[in-house]
């Protein structure tokens, strides 16, 4: 029955329950079932959801991977005499000296400005693989990947320390433990 503020007869309970017939003759769709109950650190949320320990040492490897860059970095502004002697023995154009004074200044000041925005991008991706991102997870997993390959171009004894603790900490995120926890959280949000 219809009334003149419900004209469709919207607000009308519908009198069929699942197991009986249907009083209209449809059928009604079968719906999925319910999705499993959270658990206890589901329930308080994501922010709340602790890490497992796997996750928490990757994320300080992933710290130190930053620290050992930082340094190389440093070391690599350190070598600006052996950077103009090889710009001197590849000066196939004859440039001047001031010239090759200023491509040595300006190549240390792009890859210092570089090490600082990778540092800070290895530190966001960092947290946010901790807090449970697996978007974070698999960027750094990527990033570890390019890491492995170019580490043939220019070898040290810093960026071989710097690959393997990257390597270690990308291994520590897909562990049981961590997967569980990834998963977790992706059901929170």
Known sequence: MTTPQDPYGQGQPNPYTPGQPNPYGQ??????????????GELRGAQNLPAPQPVQI????WVATVVLGIVSAVVGFAQRDTLLATLRAANTQQLSEDALQTVATVSLAFAAVIAVVF??????FAFKARAGRNWARIVLTVLTALRVVFLATGFSVLNLLTVLAAVAATVLLFLPEANQF?????RVR
């Open 27 to 40: 059928n009604q769709p079968s719906y999925p079932p319910p999705a499993p109950p959270l658990h206890e």
């Open 182 to 186: 990834y998963t977790a959280s992706k």
């Open 119 to 124: 540092a800070g991008l290895y530190l966001l």
């Open 58 to 61: 990757s994320f300080w490897l």
